[in-house]
Each structure stands twice: as C-alpha cells, then as structure tokens.
C-alpha cells in the first residue's frame, strides 16, 4: 500500500535507509509537493491559520516596504528596468500590496517594474497568480537569470530553510538524526557529525557547552543568502525575520535551542507531531547569514528589530497623517502599532 500521509512516506524511508539528518525529515514536512505543510491549499496564515505575519496584519507592511524599494530606485539612479525578486511568497498578498501602491503612488516606478517570485510548489503559484492577476504582466515566476538592478525581499523565509539539530554530550557535539523507536514512532538520535558546513560551524562554536546543550545549525540558510546575492547584480537584500546574533544565539543559557512548531495558533517544539500540517521553525542566527552575504560580495547595511526599521520607513507617512482621524487612517494607525 502507497503511504498517503508525510509521516507515513518519512517513516518508510527510514525504515528502508536508515535514520536522517533533521533538515530532510523538515524538508519532506514543509515543502513536498504533494503533503508538505506549504502546499495545501488552505492559507497556512492569519486568524484562520496557524501563525500571524506582518503580511496578514494587513496592507501597511507591503506599503512601507514598497516605499523602500522605490527609494532604492531613486538611489541606484533610475534605471529603466527594476526587479524586485520575492522569495517565499506565499499567496501573493505581500506582492499584491507592494504593486497596488507603487502603481497608485508612483507610476513612473511602476512603469519600470518587474516582480520576479521564487516559488519551489506549483501549488503556491497558482494562488499567487490568482491573487495577482490584476498585475498579471508584471509578475515572472521561474527566472532564473539574475536582475541587473533590484531588491530581494524574504519575509519570514530564513526561518523555515531546513535546518540541522546537534547536541554537546561527552565532550563533543553529536548531530541529531530522525530515526524510529521499536514501535513505529519517531526519535532522535545521535551520530557523529558529517556534513562539512556543519562541522565547520561546530568548530567555531568550540566545546563550551554544559552536558545536553542543543541548539539549530542552519547551513542551507547561508546558502540562500548567497543565492539571494547572486540573483541581482546591483540592488539589496532584505530578510525580514526573527532571530539572534551568534554570541546571542549560542548562549549557554539558551540550552534546548530555538526550535518552534506552529498549529492552530498554538506553540510547541515537537516536530514529529502531526507532520504535514505543523509548522517547523528555528530563529536565525543572523551572524551566519551576514558572513554569508558578504563573502558572496555585498555589504552589510543594517540589521535592526523590525519596529525601528518600521518606523524609520514610517516616519514622513506619519508626519503627514497627524491630525488624520478618517477611518481608513486610524485603521492604518492600528496595523502600524501591531507591525512595531
């Protein structure tokens, strides 16, 4: 019999290659085409989902980040072409918003833009162009070529890159497979590190760990950076996320690690629990990502908590809507406060 289900296809390949790396048990989890939790066709966000994002707040944050990447524009000297390329778009809502509010603010930016969606299941791009039709000839998906002057946006995409466990037991790390118990269900398991990106980062957090310190180690997150870098030829890179410094991250004090599991609103951090519709995240560990941008030839910018970066974006918009008290103001006023 054919397994049906996520669990059922991980279990079975367990059972018939031996235990894996945590990061393909998320993987198969997350991004199957068929079971993976991202390609159902129910939102997987806001009130009737699993988890809220700055996007489902509503229209603000794709308008106050529209605003950025024209400012981008102007900076780079405006150039006839513009591409701003999405990662993790979900349904399109965030380009929808950016794209209503460049054409009704700033047409002479829209005229030149081009938005550009990676999207690795075919399922979400069938939302996405469903929600984006009124924009239908601006909208690529596929493109690989990179873009000669542009913005790359990830909203809350880093996070979900599949990520590896380890564990600090005996004097050393072990990596965390996912293996099965005598009956049937799934467990962690120690092994011997043997990913080369993943032993680097190990040796450069050392051995100062206390006995069972586990922790996240995302080498595929630096991977997309430099993905990320490679895609424009000019331009910047925008990951809006959750997430620490290295120094913050690795703390001691932070011993069972950042691991998050999302369903119906409600937080845990077990993994193997109804696989395929929960959520798997990890916070970023922002040092990793940054090492990664500049090796792949950027500069940092900046690396701020998404209220100030918010409210510096908001600051004239504000200016100019004091004494504004219409509905659709103070509505704006209220996603505002939620977003910072």
Not at 66 to 71: L, P, S, T, W
Request: glycine share 8%.
């Amino acid at each position: 019999m054919t397994p049906t289900t996520p669990a059922q296809r991980l279990a079975d390949h367990i059972r018939n290659s031996g235990p894996m790396p945590f990061s393909s048990f998320m993987g198969a989890a997350l991004y199957d085409p068929e079971t993976g939790y991202y390609a159902a066709e129910a939102s997987r966000t806001g009130r009737a989902g699993d988890f809220f994002t700055s996007v489902s707040v509503g229209p603000v944050f794709g308008e106050l980040m529209a605003e950025q990447f024209c400012r981008v524009w102007e900076l780079t000297g405006k150039p006839p072409e513009f591409t701003i390329i999405e990662s993790g778009a979900n349904d399109g809502r965030f380009a929808r918003d950016v794209l209503d509010w460049t054409r009704t603010r700033r047409e002479d930016f829209y005229e030149v833009l081009q938005y550009q969606i990676d999207e690795i299941l075919t399922s979400a791009v069938v939302r996405q162009r469903a929600t984006l039709a009124d924009h239908g000839d601006k909208i690529i998906h596929d493109a690989a070529f990179p873009a000669a002057c542009g913005c790359y946006f990830a909203n809350e995409v880093l996070d979900a890159v599949p990520f590896r466990r380890v564990r600090f037991s005996q004097g050393k790390w072990h990596e965390l497979l996912v293996g099965l118990t005598d009956s049937g269900d799934f467990c962690w398991m120690e092994s011997a590190p043997e990913d080369r990106a993943l032993k680097r980062r190990l040796d450069w957090l050392g051995t100062g760990f206390p006995e069972g310190y586990t922790t996240e180690i995302s080498p595929a997150a630096a991977s997309h950076v430099r993905y990320a870098a490679s895609r424009l030829e000019r331009g910047v890179l925008f990951f809006a996320d959750y997430g620490y410094d290295a120094a913050t991250y690795y703390d001691v004090h932070r011993a069972t690690g950042t691991l998050r599991c999302y369903h119906r609103h409600q937080a845990h951090e077990n993994p193997f629990a109804e696989v395929g519709e929960t959520d798997i995240t990890a916070h970023v560990d922002f040092s990793l990502a940054a090492t990664a941008a500049v090796g792949a030839g950027c500069a940092v910018a900046g690396f701020m908590d998404q209220g100030c970066f918010l409210m510096g974006a908001a600051e004239e918009g504000l200016r100019k809507m004091e004494g504004d008290v219409t509905p659709s103001a103070a509505l704006w006023h209220r996603q505002f406060r939620t977003l910072t």
